[in-house]
Structures are given as C-alpha cells and as structure tokens.
C-alpha cells in the first residue's frame, strides 16, 4: 500500500539521495526548494508496509488551465512495479481539481521507457525542444508530451 505525503525541505535529504540514484543530471537542492517555495505540488510516494519507505516523488503545478510535470522519479529498488503509472493517475486527480484541462511534460528524447510509460498513460507527442536538457556528450533534446484531461 503507498500513499501521498506533501514534500517538505526536511525531506531534501532523502530525496536528493533518491534524485542522484536515478538520473545522470539529477535535479538540485535549490531546484527543489524553489518549487516548494513557490507552492507547486510536490509530493512524496510512501510505501506504508515499510515505515514509510521513500517510493518516488513528483514535482507538478498547474496554471491557466494546464498541468506541467516538471519531475517524476521512482526510486531505483521499486522500478518496473506500475508506480509511475500510479503517480500519474494521482497527479489526473490533482490537475482535474485544480482546473486543468491539458497535462504537459518534456521526456529526454533517450529515455525511451519514461516515453513509453507516458504513451501508456494517454500522453501523446506534440513538439520537440531542442538541446533542452544536459547531457555527456553536450545537449539532448526533450520530446515534449500532452495529455487531454477532459472529455
């Protein structure tokens, strides 16, 4: 059983350990409180069978009727177990109940899992940023994603 906690900066720690384990150009303390600042959604994904064990967590807000996931990351040990689907359908209901009628997302273009759990979850392609995100060997580009939230 998982549940949702909101993110607080007293967590940055083990959400930073988490970021690091599974991305080659994690995001940073700073980037994360910034968004706690600034009030975004940020949410922690428990496992409540195991003293609440950090899962994953997502960074979304919502404005002018769209949705925007700016991070979404499951920790290593408990990938390929349906959480980032789960997330997803828990960051719907948020969008929904905020008003937003259009969820958007950028995905490296190499991240051919994160683009195939995305399309599972009714994202479609729309556009492409070009060398939006850091990579080895200079910049990598960003499939940009889009979800319609209503009927």
Not at 6 to 33: C, D, Q
Request: charged fraction near 20%; include cysteine.
């Amino acid at each position: 059983m998982y549940h949702y906690i909101s993110m607080i900066p007293s967590h940055l720690t083990e959400v930073l350990k988490t970021e690091r384990s599974a991305y080659s150009h994690p995001w940073t303390e700073g980037n994360f409180r910034n968004c706690i600042a600034s009030g975004y959604d940020c949410k922690l994904m428990l496992q409540a069978q195991d003293s609440n064990r950090l899962c994953g967590y997502f960074v979304m807000y919502v404005a002018v009727g769209e949705a925007h996931l700016l991070n979404l990351c499951v920790a290593p040990e408990f990938q390929k177990r349906g959480l980032a689907h789960q997330m997803l359908t828990e960051m719907n209901g948020i969008a929904l109940n905020q008003g937003a009628e259009t969820f958007f997302l950028e995905v490296r273009e190499s991240n051919v899992r994160a683009i195939e759990i995305y399309s599972c979850a009714g994202f479609n392609e729309v556009g492409l940023r070009k060398n939006y995100y850091p990579a080895a060997q200079g910049r990598e580009h960003a499939i940009i994603m889009a979800k319609s939230l209503v009927e």
